[in-house]
């Protein structure tokens, strides 16, 4: 049997040059005054001298899918020469096998800026994982709030306070913090989804914390959860907008201010893209929706906020920066992304993140619409009172969009 914990350090040894890592001074600011700047260069540099020592900012970095998808088949493979599930009876793994084997596989995006910390900006951490036929991941709650964006045209299902939320392309799911669930891959075929966590900023704060002790029934020995509620069940009581139903509470898990609705269907999302294409759209966001919580209007998660974008054929925005960063994951179509003077292509399934404080704008030179996915911390800003953007005019003039 293979040695699952030195064939997966070996694959990280070579992994670590996409930025990607395979799942084994007090109160003196850290940032120049980015605002005093209005040239197009990177801003929010460190300060220089002791009080930009040791300090680690988050950059403008792609990750591309063509890159970094190979690694998930190596996991794959590793994880079906290593699970113990393959092996013959009385038959032991030589070195053990990360637990994870048994559940998920998956790698973390890591950004060139942080000094190797599992983290995509200064609050958010990124996954891509791959479940194989028959992949569980038992019953478990956490604080951080988590999403996950399909990649794959049938992503598995995840179950959520009972609800089991089978998923598609461009589907996103929630598990809201304070929120049992489990995930699985109950089809043929491999299934790959984008996690997305505020893991970095709970981590911060001293208040992560995880449990697998679910008070429930349990299905099986893969521990998941007991179905008990229809698999539409969010959507028939959210998914109509305007309309929000009084007769039962909206709160669902332990976390507070979190949205009731588990999944956000893609081809919804797309519809509605699409029903405003004729429309002149924003000057910075092109055509965008957000993901809300249907019951109040706000984000789906106190810290974190979610859109979808689309670019039309030869559309450009105008450059835009704010105190927020953002992670984008390009679900259709082709572009570039300029920030801070540096030009980043895309294509669908790479992942690219506009740090805070950098100009940035998009641009679609292709004959086809290109749609982004995105995940900003702008509502956790706006909550400190923090959150300010401006946005270059067409006489190259700064305006502040939001003060």
Not at 11 to 22: M, S
Not at 71 to 88: F, Q, V
Not at 225 to 230: D, F, G
Request: aromatic fraction near 8%; glycine fraction near 10%.
């Amino acid at each position: 049997m293979m040695d699952a914990r030195e064939a997966m350090e070996r694959l990280n040894g070579e992994a670590g040059k996409l930025h990607i890592w395979l799942r084994t001074q007090a109160n003196a600011p850290a940032q120049r005054p980015w605002f005093r700047d209005t040239g197009l260069e990177v801003g929010g540099e460190l300060a220089g001298g002791r009080v930009g020592a040791a300090q680690l900012k988050p950059v403008a970095h792609r990750w591309r899918w063509t890159e970094i998808a190979p690694y998930l088949d190596k996991i794959a493979e590793i994880a079906r020469s290593a699970d113990p599930r393959n092996a013959r009876p009385g038959e032991r793994l030589s070195g053990g096998s990360p637990i994870e084997f048994a559940e998920r596989q998956q790698f973390l995006l890591t950004n060139p800026g942080l000094g190797g910390r599992l983290q995509v900006t200064s609050t958010m951490r990124c996954a891509v994982s791959i479940y194989n036929p028959g992949d569980v991941a038992p019953v478990h709650i956490h604080t951080p709030n988590a999403s996950r964006t399909i990649l794959s045209e049938k992503g598995g299902y995840t179950t959520i306070e009972g609800e089991r939320c089978e998923a598609a392309r461009g589907d996103l799911i929630l598990t809201p913090n304070g929120t049992w669930h489990d995930h699985g891959n109950d089809s043929g075929e491999p299934v790959v989804w984008i996690d997305v966590l505020d893991f970095p900023l709970m981590e911060f704060l001293d208040c992560v914390w995880l449990d697998e002790a679910y008070p429930g029934d349990t299905e099986g020995n893969s521990r998941a959860q007991r179905v008990s509620l229809p698999g539409s069940y969010s959507h028939m009581l959210y998914g109509r907008g305007g309309l929000v139903p009084s007769v039962l509470p909206h709160r669902r898990g332990f976390g507070r201010e979190t949205s009731p609705m588990f999944r956000y269907r893609g081809a919804d999302v797309r519809e509605a893209l699409a029903g405003l294409c004729q429309e002149d759209g924003d000057p910075y966001e092109a055509i965008s929706l957000r993901f809300v919580n249907p019951a109040t209007g706000a984000s789906v998660f106190p810290t974190l906020d979610y859109g979808a974008m689309m670019l039309r054929p030869g559309e450009a925005t105008r450059f835009k920066r704010e105190t927020a960063s953002t992670l984008y994951i390009a679900i259709e179509g082709q572009g570039e992304t300029e920030i801070g003077g540096a030009r980043l292509d895309w294509q669908a399934n790479d992942i690219f993140v506009v740090p805070s404080f950098a100009w940035r704008r998009h641009v679609n030179r292709s004959r086809s619409d290109a749609v982004l996915y995105t995940v900003s911390d702008a509502p956790l800003m706006e909550k400190i009172g923090q959150y300010r953007a401006q946005g270059r005019l067409p006489d190259d003039a700064v305006a502040e969009l939001v003060l």
